[in-house]
Structure formats: structure tokens, C-alpha cells
């Protein structure tokens, strides 16, 4: 286990609403969701207390709630393990988003030119979040969550859109953790959400659907994990 610093550079840089434990828990969730914390990290209730200037109380309120969300893993007088992305659990979204993309890929280009173009406009917004997002990750990663929602959604049903909603915070948390391993990620995550973009505006189903299964993939290969996932490319 890897101890971590959460001092003066992790202090909030402006207060937050709601109570303490929401602060807490939205702080500590947030750096383990971009890559901040990362799986292995050991973190104590004492220098997160420290970093925003609270009492321990909310903070252990908060790690109580990551470790049932399967975030965290308690160790009384030790502190808190940021438990790592197993290659089960990547194994299981990128299969979930793998079947949910394709059909919003063949649902999106089956749509009349009018309809496609507006889907274009709305991916080109957020792709302009993230070529300006610098080096605020979260920004980069909001942006990223909200190109993908704009083409599930246009595909119409909202159940498989709900499911994919649900997947939202493992999401975040590999895209960060691949960013943080890779740091060219970001720039090549732009440029496969540009070809995926062009794709969507030619109606061109066989490139949109190879685009989708190129970005999920290299997702999958800058985690540097062991992944067999029927449908991606996987490293040598």
C-alpha cells in the first residue's frame, strides 16, 4: 500500500456547498474518480480533515460511504486503501459500453441528414470542452462523459440510456487512471472522438462502429491491465 500526500496542494480551492460530509465525500470521491488518488493509494482521515479544514468526523462519514460504494477499503488505525480497477471490472463496462455504443452507432446513422447534423453540433460542443480543457482532468473528463451521453441518447431508447448512465463513475475513473498513466491519452482521446464525429456527419455506420470499438480500446490499453474483451483490440 502506497501512503499519499493530501495536504495544502489537495485543499479545495474554494468552499463548496452543502455540509461537511458532502465535502468531504464529493473531494475524496472526485481525486480518486480523476486519477488524484489512484488504486493503492493509502489515505488517512486526518490529512483529508487537514487538506479542508474540517474535523475527522465527516470524513470518516465519507470514507464509510466510498468503502460501500466499493471505492475504498477501511483499515482501523491504518487508514483508508483506494482500491484498484480490477481487469474484471474493466473487462465488464467496456463489454457494457461496447454493446450499448454500437447501437447508438447504428441507430445515429440510420437518422436523415438533418438530425445527424444537429448530433454533430452537439459532439463538436463538447469536443471544443475538451480541446480547451488544459490541465483541469475534470473538466476534460465531464466533457468526455457528455460526448458519449449526446450519442447514446440520440439513439433513443432510454433504457439502454439509463444503464449506460449508471456505468458514469467507473467511467470517469478509467478514463482518469489512463490519463494519469498516459499522458498523451487526452490528446489522442480528441482525436478518436473526431473521427467518431465525422463518422456520425457521413452516416458511415462501418466507420462509426470501428471508430467507437479504436477509442474503447485504447482506453482498455493505456490501463495497462490484462484485458480480453471479445470485440477491442488489446496490446501484444
Do not use: W
Not at 454493446?99 to 436523415?112: G, T, Y
Not at 470517469?172 to 491519452?185: F, K, N, Q, T, W
Request: net charge negative.
Amino acid at each position: 500500500m502506497v501512503g499519499v500526500a493530501v495536504g495544502a496542494a489537495a485543499k479545495d480551492p474554494a468552499p463548496r456547498r452543502g455540509g461537511a460530509k458532502a465535502r468531504a465525500l464529493e473531494h475524496v470521491k472526485d481525486r480518486i474518480l480523476t486519477g488524484g488518488f489512484r488504486g493503492g493509494d493509502l489515505i488517512s482521515e486526518g490529512e483529508v480533515a487537514a487538506a479542508l479544514g474540517m474535523s475527522r468526523t465527516p470524513v470518516r462519514e465519507a470514507f464509510l460511504r466510498l468503502e460501500a460504494e466499493g471505492l475504498l477499503r477501511l483499515y482501523p488505525q491504518r487508514g483508508a486503501l483506494v482500491v484498484p480497477v480490477s481487469p474484471e471490472e474493466v473487462r465488464a463496462v467496456m463489454e457494457a459500453r461496447l454493446v450499448i455504443e454500437q447501437f447508438a452507432a447504428r441507430s445515429v446513422c440510420r437518422a436523415p441528414d438533418p438530425a445527424r447534423a444537429s448530433i454533430v453540433e452537439a459532439l463538436d460542443v463538447q469536443l471544443g470542452r475538451q480541446r480547451a480543457a488544459g490541465d483541469d482532468l475534470r473538466g476534460f473528463l465531464d466533457a468526455d462523459r457528455a460526448f458519449h451521453t449526446v450519442l447514446v441518447d440520440a439513439a433513443g431508447n432510454p433504457i439502454l440510456a439509463d444503464v449506460y448512465s449508471s456505468l458514469r463513475d467507473r467511467q470517469l475513473r478509467m478514463i482518469g487512471e489512463s490519463a494519469v498513466r498516459d499522458p498523451r491519452r487526452t490528446a489522442t482521446i480528441v482525436e478518436e472522438h473526431t473521427r467518431i464525429a465525422v463518422a456520425v456527419g457521413d452516416g458511415d455506420v462501418d466507420a462509426l462502429l470501428d471508430a467507437v470499438r479504436v477509442h474503447l480500446s485504447g482506453t482498455v490499453m493505456a490501463l495497462g491491465l490484462a484485458v480480453d474483451t471479445p470485440g477491442l483490440l488489446t496490446a501484444d
